[in-house]
């Protein structure tokens, strides 16, 4: 209750300063540099979450999944699943599929660009003041440039960011189907040379508008039927599997710890796509 006061009155007196980063590497699977801030600090995102969420939230385009209520990753693996459908009129004709990545999206984040975003719908002076501290309490390196993977205003800092890329493809290019789950987003098309002719539209905009680069080795372009990787499943036109390299990996783990935590967490994964010997092998570990 004291530090609680204690942050009360700083921020109160505006005399408040964001704190140091504790940094730590994890493997999910591939290493990610995660910053962890204090509980003070970490206390603070949460309320200054609270208070952005429902205010940024309606502005965003209806195929944003990341890190939103009544959202989330099944419910863009659905999405994408529908709009294959609507684009190929139920699997009677060719549907292609475009895929990027943003190279190193959160270290590149402009903070100039990101406070201008902020700013346009908050005109209290105050909050934009603990927002820029906030902000500019993390560099990757350069100095105004990045937001710490660990925050949980930085999932919605993404957000409002890339919805610039959104509103472009949503209101300028007009291009219908389209989804975006963090930093990676697809296009669908029964056409291929029209996702040819949109991807350098794209690659430009991010980087005169948003100093954003895509990571040219995550750039795919290929049809719907032949399998497309998104969120950890490979899609087909009429049913979608496992990633291998997530399977593998959940194998693994499964074999190293008999939980049931950590069994039943998965074969709630597998429910939501076409797992049934999958999810056979994975249950019958408990009775081991």
């Not at 991807?199 to 991010?206: A, E, N, R």
Request: glycine share 4%; proline share 3%; net charge positive.
């Amino acid at each position: 209750m004291d530090n609680i006061i204690r942050l009360h009155i700083d921020l109160r007196d505006q005399i408040y300063r964001h704190g140091d980063y504790h940094a730590f590497r994890i493997s999910d699977p591939k290493p990610r540099q995660i910053h962890k801030a204090s509980v003070r600090d970490r206390l603070l995102h949460h309320a200054v979450h609270r208070l952005l969420y429902p205010l940024f939230d309606k502005i965003f385009i209806s195929d944003s999944f990341s890190c939103r209520l009544d959202k989330g990753t099944h419910a863009a693996l659905n999405r994408f699943r529908d709009l294959a459908r609507k684009t190929g009129r139920n699997h009677t004709r060719t549907v292609w599929v475009l895929k990027c990545d943003i190279r190193k999206f959160f270290a590149n984040v402009d903070q100039t660009i990101l406070l201008k975003q902020l700013f346009k719908r908050i005109p209290d002076d105050d909050i934009r003041r603990l927002l820029v501290e906030i902000v500019r309490s993390f560099n990757s390196g350069r100095s105004g440039v990045g937001i710490p993977l660990g925050n949980l205003t930085s999932q919605l800092f993404a957000n409002i960011y890339l919805n610039e890329l959104d509103q472009f493809v949503k209101q300028s290019l007009r291009f219908p189907n389209y989804i975006r789950y963090a930093d990676d987003f697809v296009f669908l098309s029964p056409y291929r040379n029209e996702l040819l002719a949109i991807l350098p539209i794209v690659s430009d905009y991010l980087q005169s508008d948003l100093c954003l680069t895509m990571h040219p080795a995550k750039i795919i372009l290929k049809t719907f039927a032949s399998g497309v990787d998104f969120l950890g499943w490979t899609h087909f036109s009429d049913h979608r599997v496992l990633r291998k390299t997530t399977e593998w990996r959940m194998l693994k783990r499964v074999a190293e710890h008999h939980s049931r935590a950590i069994i039943r967490s998965y074969l709630g994964l597998l429910s939501h796509g076409n797992a049934i010997k999958l999810s056979k092998t994975v249950n019958n570990t408990i009775t081991l």
